[in-house]
């Protein structure tokens, strides 16, 4: 049942008549969509859905499979996204370049990072994808990672943070923590947890991350702000609100609902600044340490700096080293940045679970160890595999033609090397 207070809401919004279908939707079921990944292509699950309209990677699945049983999930092959959130490549076609400086501020668990990858990978633009909650944090850096766009830096702070990198963005992502209405399809548990005060906090925190968000855009740079609820509270007015205290316009807002739209429940805005953000005064000075080597086992490795960060070795894009650099400086607290290249073991290096997974990984410099469902699903329960391959040393592990990670072959078996805290429980 909903609570009287959202039904009475909802009849201010729209009227009782459509506000009747609007429940009535609320109480159907949920569609499913996901988003391939156009860099890793062949995954028979992705022929079968009809596209989602305004998502050129979208497609809708008729019946939920067990994700987590599929190798090409795991690999990045496709991201379980919401389609009616999936509209946010409508807006970055239509108001950004694709050579953008980005920031995704409220980023976890990575819909919208990894959408925005895909975007600008084609123009070699760049996000900051940002969570505040340090777990939230690492999920959201394992997404990126198994993403493969190395057009990214995953970075756990508060939006109030970035302000003291001097950094100014050509769009500032806000994907807000809201009540939640949105959901009430797929959540029931979302409907006993609403509330009219709880919706007044949302509010509060929503201003309080839009008035740093607000500042990291450049003159002339787009805010996009989204919630996945429906009142007004939440939405027109804390877009107005950004409209006449900070000297933004309103371009566009688009509501989703299940009873209109096939999808779940958003609030989407886009907004231009009309002024300069404010500009910080720098910090510390920089512990990005620069190899000397090259990205060899990269494709293009000219393109990329290899650099050291926590004892892992990280290939950044030349373009945006100086953005990353200067972040770092400001005490940005980065989870995973570029490729997740290689680890250190005495002086060997040994290549990181994420150059497997990049979609820049150069495979002729690899042996590879092609296997099928049954060998693939071992690999990635962490369990030692069998491979009749005759040679040794670490191998790439390819299902389908997708990487899934490395092993290293000791001749009668394979040491799995794919990350424990990755393991696939099921």
Known sequence: MMKEAFVRDMQRELGEHEAAELI?????EPVTSIRLNDRKTGNP???????VAWCRWGKYIDERPNFATDPLFHCGGYY???????YL?????KYVSKDALIIDCCAAPGGKSTLIAQYLTEGEGFVVSNEFVAKRANVLAENMIKWGYPNMVVTNNAVSHFENTGA??????VDAPCSGEGMFRKDHNAREEWSEENVDMCVDRQREILRSAVRLAKEGGILIYSTCTFNRREN??????????????????????????RGEGLYMAVLRCDEYGKVGKGGKKSSLKILKDRAEWLKNPENYVLVEMNGQRYAVSRKWKETVENMIMCGVNIFAVGVQYAEIKGKEWIPAAGLALSQVVDEDRFCIIDVDYDMAMKYLRCETIISDNGGRGIMMVRYKGHPLGWVKNVGNRCNNMYPTYWRVRC
């Open 24 to 28: 009535e939707a609320l109480d159907g």
């Open 80 to 86: 379980v996204q919401e389609a009616s959130s999936m």
């Open 45 to 51: 699950i992705c022929a079968l859905g009809e596209e």
């Open 168 to 173: 100014i963005f050509d769009c500032v992502v």
């Open 89 to 93: 490549w409508s807006m970055l076609e």
């Open 236 to 261: 027109e007015e804390n877009v107005e609100w950004v409209a006449s205290e900070f000297d933004f316009d309103i371009l566009e807002q688009r509501h989703f609902y299940p009873h209109r739209d």
